[in-house]
């Protein structure tokens, strides 16, 4: 993720729209309903998730969600997607479905499954996090009794990171003036990866001590309480509901049965 990419995210999360002003605490319960209704389909399941699509799609469109912000972090994502599941087409190789001549084996199927619940999982996970703001879901995880612990990790996390993308954008202006804009080799990459890490951690522990001397004590507190309204209600109710009328029912069998016959 670039230095320029991360801000962008990150400040778009603080604009108005109706996806924006919904509850944190019920675009963060929607969101984890969606994503272990996701993947608690079978692994050789792929027309089932299909409609799923929708749920981060609207949420995206209602949020004014860049499309070429939201796919480049897929993007950037998916060699991790595809590498859990590169492999089963060579160890699954039963034929279970057929595209007029051509077979596809169970180990496709698996792997398709696999990459369709990945870019819904961290697409849907992307979306919330560009119309909510990550303070804003600490604050919300904390207020649903998450371990505290993991709140505060989770937020510092963050933190650091654009930290870190601080240090790797300076540090990249600086061999492009010095070298020109070519591509480094490889033992100048693994000096300046040794020289980021160093300048992370120096960084690091300074924001840690500024911390600590303006009374950080392991909690997080919010200038204002989150306040429920029934628009968080009805939005939670309709993604529950939503969720799991389509795990339930065989929405896409039922369709294709009608159109199809």
């Not at 699509?53 to 070429?68: C, E, L, Q």
């Not at 279970?96 to 499954?113: E, P, Q, T, V, Y």
């Not at 924001?207 to 997080?220: E, K, N, P, T, Y």
């Amino acid at each position: 993720m670039s230095h320029h990419d991360a801000n962008r995210l990150d400040r778009h999360a603080y604009i108005d729209s109706v996806i924006h002003r919904l509850d944190p605490r019920a675009k963060v319960v929607a969101t984890f309903v969606f994503i272990m209704t996701v993947v608690s389909y079978p692994k050789y399941a792929v027309a089932p998730l299909i409609p799923f699509v929708f749920f981060p799609m609207i949420m995206a469109i209602m949020g004014f969600v860049p499309m070429g912000l939201l796919l480049r972090r897929l993007l950037i994502a998916s060699p991790f997607i595809v590498f859990i599941g590169i492999f089963n087409p060579l160890l699954d190789r039963m034929p279970m479905f057929h595209i007029g001549g051509l077979a596809l084996s169970g180990g496709w199927m698996s792997f398709i499954s696999i990459l369709l619940r990945g870019f819904l999982c961290v697409g849907s996970a992307i979306v919330l996090i560009a119309t909510t703001s990550m303070p804003k879901i600490a604050e919300a995880l904390g207020e649903l009794r998450a371990p505290r612990a993991l709140v505060v990790q989770l937020m510092l996390l963050y933190r650091y990171l654009f930290i870190l993308l601080e240090e790797a954008s300076r540090m990249s202006r600086a061999r492009a003036l010095r070298a020109g804009a070519g591509k480094a080799r490889i033992g100048v990459a693994t000096g300046m990866i040794s020289t980021l890490l160093l300048r992370t951690v120096d960084r690091s522990d300074s924001v840690w001590q500024a911390m600590q001397a303006r009374g950080f004590d392991g909690q997080l507190r919010a200038p204002r309480r989150m306040k429920w309204k029934m628009k968080d209600t009805m939005f939670l109710l309709i993604v529950i509901a939503g969720s799991l009328a389509l795990r339930i029912f065989p929405v896409t069998r039922l369709i294709g049965e009608r159109f199809f016959p």
